[in-house]
């Protein structure tokens, strides 16, 4: 394989396209973590009572790499003692990480 060719593959994985679903508890944190990922295109679904999801999609309106919007949510996540019950990626299951308390 030439060295062209991989790369072509490198950068058709960096471009795809992948759908984003973030269940949150709460109106308010649901719409703070749905204006951190507005480059993505985000809107909110109420579900239940309380119970919220985040959509987006990446790459974001300017080429935002889904990694980027992860790593966003991850962090975002973590300043919440509750909020996300589940994140998912193309609708399979996505572990953000261990949580940190404060």
């Not at 993505?40 to 080429?63: C, E």
């Amino acid at each position: 394989m030439s060295s062209h060719a991989g790369s072509s593959v490198a950068v058709e994985t960096a471009r795809r396209s992948a759908v984003l679903e973030i269940d949150v508890e709460g109106r308010w944190d649901a719409l703070a973590l749905s204006k951190i990922l507005v480059p993505y295109h985000s809107y909110l679904v109420q579900h239940h009572g309380d119970r919220w999801v985040v959509h987006a999609r990446a790459p974001g309106g300017r080429g935002e790499p889904l990694e980027t919007a992860l790593r966003a949510v991850a962090d975002w996540a973590r300043t919440r003692a509750s909020g996300i019950s589940s994140c998912r990626v193309d609708g399979r299951p996505y572990e953000l990480g261990p949580k940190e308390r404060r």
